[in-house]
């Protein structure tokens, strides 16, 4: 009978000791899931531009990685081991619908590798909808009208009843908040940046 | 770029260049911006991200975490997935089973070595001392059972007695030490008495020889002290008291006889007792003969020849018989 042991690296890069009890293992799952669930789902959809489907992939993976999750022991590990899964089922996915990968992201159809470009984008657009979603309601409705539906600050203006003033002054609040707000998911980008 | 307002008025000219909101001329003014200071360009980047992630974002709902957790703890919680053994639920409720199964397994057998009885039975000449597990020794005369539990209980020490025993027990007022020997009870905490109670004889007699016990018959109850005994007749149901006279009541044990005055007929009734390889047979007229002499722990053979020197008598052996014959007294 083999005891499962599972050593997780957290984010604090703190080794801890998983695994023993499923409570533990629950709460290891439940820690991945608030971590990485929505960026999974922002990761899957580039490939099946529809969310319910990415979530139906993100959903499996998990499961998948629960019946066999004593291979993998480190939270890093984890972390890449989820988002290539998440590509492969993806890929398949497309394959199965005799679909291509949107051109928009034509460097996903070699599927990814860790600390991929992508993986931090992905992150940053669940980040971003959160971001958004916590907007003063004036400054929201703006910021949704010009990105979402992608109008201009006249349409927006005429559409809310202000003037175009107001709409810029908003838009500009706007982006000053979710700088704010994103600062730290931002730096990894700078960094990335640079050597480019 | 030192003051708030011209931070302010820089990143409202970012914003309106990323909208497409700007002149020509504000538009080229500002890539010059971009291009030539190091912290606009940073500060650009961030904003011209969050801007294009937010587009992205407004493409699709965000996922809900918690519905996708729920559905999530729903898959892995049936029995379809393969969880390593010792993390299903049934394997450890069947473990803690096991173990509770095995500890009453395992307190049933001791107890049940705790109640095992044992049962020393004696041939007709043979004597033998058992010790008990609480220290009381038992002297067994010929013909005699004992049952006695392997371990005493903590309330009480229960042992069953056919036959006649000497019993030396050890004081212990927490437990009193119970025989049960034919109809009687004796009830005892540290003494020393003589049982007898063989079941082919009509008397049971209890004789203690230091200590005090209680021995009942149904309803009936007699306290001994030191050197009474008690005599229980089973045909007529009665259970007397008197002091104890016979000075060879353990002669059985001791093989020290004594006698004062006795007849020879009364002697060798206590010889044939005592020594039961031989039986010792004597004729009418010099059984009325009496004698004082004290036998301590004597070859029968010696006794016989002491009786003969005394009173000039005739000793005839056969195999297993000893007569004796006279003039007598």
């Known amino acids: ?196 | 770029m030192t003051g708030s307002n011209t931070y302010k008025d820089i990143h409202e000219r970012l914003v309106r260049y990323l909208a497409g909101e700007d002149s020509a001329e504000e538009r080229s003014e500002t890539e010059r911006l971009i291009r030539t200071h190091e912290t606009v360009r940073g500060y650009f980047e961030d904003i011209r991200r969050i801007w294009h992630s937010a587009a992205i974002a407004g493409r699709h709902p965000q996922p809900d975490m918690e519905a996708a957790w729920r559905k999530f703890e729903k898959a892995t919680a049936s029995g379809m997935i393969s969880i390593p053994l010792w993390s299903r639920m049934w394997v450890r409720v069947a473990a803690v089973m096991l173990i509770l199964i095995m500890s009453a397994a395992g307190v049933w057998y001791f107890r049940s070595v705790q109640h095992r009885e044992v049962i020393v039975s004696t041939a007709p000449e043979e004597r033998q001392t058992v010790s008990m597990p609480d220290g009381s020794l038992v002297t067994l005369n010929g013909r005699t059972t004992l049952n006695y539990p392997k371990r005493f209980t903590r309330e009480v020490r229960h042992v069953q007695l056919e036959g006649e025993g000497f019993f030396e027990v050890t004081a212990d007022e927490e437990r009193p030490f119970i025989i049960n020997a034919g109809d009687l009870k004796i009830t005892v905490l540290g003494t020393r008495l003589n049982v007898k109670a063989y079941s082919a004889e009509k008397e049971t007699e209890v004789t203690v020889a230091s200590g005090r016990v209680s021995v009942t018959a149904g309803q009936k109850e007699v306290i001994l002290n030191a050197d009474e005994k008690a005599v229980f007749d089973r045909t007529l149901g009665s259970l007397t008291s008197t002091v104890n006279r016979d000075a060879n009541y353990l002669a059985w044990k001791t093989r020290k006889l004594v006698f004062r005055d006795t007849s020879l007929g009364e002697i060798v009734t206590q010889l044939n007792r005592i020594y039961p390889g031989q039986e010792v047979m004597i004729s009418d007229s010099v059984a009325r003969c009496r004698m004082t002499a004290t036998f301590d722990d004597l070859p029968l053979e010696q006794i016989i020849e002491v009786i003969r020197m005394t009173f000039d008598l005739e000793v005839t052996r056969e195999a297993d018989r000893i007569t004796i014959t006279g003039k007598g007294c």
């Open chain 1, 1 to 196: 009978m083999r005891l499962y042991l599972h050593i997780v690296m957290t984010g604090s890069g703190q080794m801890m000791d998983q695994g023993r009890s499923g409570a533990d293992l629950r709460m290891f799952f439940r820690h991945l899931y608030e971590e990485h669930y929505k960026a999974l789902c922002w990761y899957a959809v580039r490939y099946t531009r529809d969310m319910p489907a990415a979530e139906d992939i993100v959903h499996e993976v998990f499961v998948a990685f629960w019946e066999k999750r004593s291979t993998i022991d480190r939270e890093g590990a984890v972390k890449a081991y989820l988002y290539r899964s998440v590509a492969n089922r993806s890929l398949n996915w497309l394959r199965d619908r005799k679909q291509t990968i949107n051109p928009e992201f034509a460097e996903l159809a070699s599927g990814v590798t860790e600390d991929d470009f992508y993986t931090d984008q992905a992150e940053l657009e669940a980040r971003v909808h959160e971001a958004i979603a916590k907007l003063p309601p004036r400054c929201g409705e703006v910021f949704r009208l010009s990105r979402f539906e992608d109008l201009k600050y006249r349409e927006i203006a005429e559409r809310l009843n202000i003037s175009v003033r107001t709409v810029e002054v908003q838009m500009s609040k706007a982006l000053q908040i979710l700088r704010e707000e994103l600062k730290e998911w931002l730096v990894l980008f700078l960094i990335l940046l640079r050597i480019w």
